[in-house]
């Protein structure tokens, strides 16, 4: 038995809870801080067995990967004509952070 | 020294952090979440000596283990008489997912 | 790796979390509790590898331990005058529980 503590962005968590939990995972969510720090993170705790643990990892890699988009410039610029045109930025959303603990016991009560 | 994670239901977490702490254990309450994840649930940290660890195992079986209640049925149906009738109607009420996790240290400062 | 769990005072919390991420450590934040159980505590978790975990605990010790403090008595007290004086105690503020786990596998995504 293995636990997953994972740390992944707001806007990607309930995506992978949804995704986890359809595959059979069990998973907690704490609570965010309310504070100045890791605002937009959600640390998820997911109990699993040895044998689905990379199953789980897939998942979260899959759903939460740090990947790049493409947004609109948010302010626009002056282009070569000297009108204002927006333009299209790479940004970096998503990542995650985990760790993954042995578990000496298990119990469902 | 081990680390208890123990999921109860918050209907079960008053009274099981209370025998706890009159037992002497050391809890900490983490935050349930707020979303629709897991509402009703409460998470729990407990850091014991090895040599208690099955004690408050004990605890936490005896407070929060699944375990049935006779309800009354939440609308009333037709009986044979034709007038409607409440019945009893049997519910599983509790419960718990409690992992135990080895300490590689352990410091109060 | 290690994962740190610590439990500290909130009103040391603040200046421990800027201290561990001035120093490049990271720093993820529980929700404290609402209940009347540990309020005034905050549960912090710091992936670290091993051979910056001696730094995370010095700084957690240095900024977190308890300690005395001399406070003014609350109410005032009769002094052998007859009048009313308000006289130093000493207190114990801070305070910090630390458990230290192996974390078997590390992935930022
Ligand atoms: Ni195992
Ligand atoms: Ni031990
Ligand atoms: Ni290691």
Not at 6 to 18: G, K, L
Not at 32 to 43: I, M, W
Not at 74 to 98: C, F, L, Q
């Amino acid at each position: 038995m293995k636990m997953i503590i994972a740390i992944v962005q707001d806007e990607d968590s309930q995506r992978v809870i949804a995704t986890l939990m359809n595959e059979g995972y069990s998973v907690t969510k704490l609570a965010t801080t309310g504070g100045f720090l890791r605002v937009g993170n959600t640390t998820m705790m997911i109990g699993v067995d040895d044998e689905k643990l990379d199953g789980a990892l897939a998942i979260i890699e899959n759903v939460c990967k740090s990947r790049k988009q493409i947004a609109t410039s948010p302010s626009p610029v002056a282009g070569i004509t000297g009108m204002y045109v927006p333009y299209p930025i790479e940004v970096t959303v998503g990542g995650a952070t985990v760790f993954v603990l042995n578990v000496d016991q298990f119990k469902k009560m």
